[in-house]
């Protein structure tokens, strides 16, 4: 503290990595229950604070690092994973892709898209690097993989049959960068005001979460005046997500793999730790057509059929498109043109209320319905 001898006052300031650290362990020590829940709250919201000026710092640094992946076909599935799980592996017996394979970690240093056909739907499949313990922290190049996963549309988290502890670990990672999987985007709306202080309102009972914690964490981002309509439980994380914009919401499937590696009995309890979408071995192809049906319905995509005026649909091949879906996606995906050129159009199946109803751009297409497009 006081080298008053030395005549010369060095003040150094501790390194925001340090800063985080230092928070993380502190959080870490402290039991959550309603007397540390407010301090609790300020703390995640203190670390969300830095972790964002790290962020932005560290965009004007290296160039070069990230990965550019061009996005083709009707999706995007990222395997993420650590090292050696099997990565690789599975691209290799899932898709046309010709991945190196090796018995040692960090084989794959690069991305390596393969797609993966499956009813008709063209799916990109992407092989990045394993990622580790602290990669949103920049370990290995955990910051790279991490931002390939942020434009997935599925993420396919893997796990080692003989390592489900590292399943925890990659959940924490892919928080850490912002990325929520299997969760929607809280329902809360935050209107800054000029003046009037915080104007809190509330549809439901937040148990987790007390006027004074909100605005403590409102605080912290310098949010000081506004109006704030809570309709959802939600926790402190969540009101962090909402005020730190570039949050990400994705859907993901768990899968187990090196099942033919271990016995029933042990299998029994490594899915108790890991509650795995489905188990496979990527290496002796046990349930990889499987997986290719739950990747297919983790992605919600829908088929629909074109027919021209007058004449039976094209029952052969359909148009695949994410579910929920309206006739405008329906169009663009058929012809840049379409949606400008629209009139109207007629629909047969689950979504019409009487066979060749006549509908407009804003309708919501179902699974298997047959559309007729009229164009000027
Ligand atoms: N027994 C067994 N070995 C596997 C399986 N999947 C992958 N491996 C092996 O695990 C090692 C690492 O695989 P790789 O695909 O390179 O892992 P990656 O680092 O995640 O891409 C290789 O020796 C693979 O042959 C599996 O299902 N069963
Ligand atoms: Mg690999």
Redesign the pocket.
Known sequence: MSHKAQNVEVVKKTPITDQIKELEIELSKTKYNKKTQHHIGLVKAKIAKLREKNEARGKGGAKGTGYSVSKSGDATVVLL?F???????LLNQITNADSP???Y?F??LTVIPGVMEHKHAKIQIL?VP?IVKGAAAGTGRGKEVLQVIRTADLILVMVDVFHPDHYPVILNEVWNTGVRINQRYPDVRITKTSRGGLQIGKTVYLPDLNDTTIRGILREFKIVNAQVLIRERITADQLIDVVQKNRIYTSSITVL??I??IDEKELAKVKKKVKPDIC?????GVNTEELKETIFSGLEFMRVYCKDPGKPPDMDVPVIIRRKSSIEDFSRKLHKDFVKKFRFARIWGKSAKFPGQKQSLKHILKDEDVCELHIS
């Open positions: 994973g090292p050696s799980v099997g990565k690789s592996t394979v090796g018995s970690a084989t794959t092989d394993g793999n090196k033919d590696m496979i071995s990527a290496d002796k």
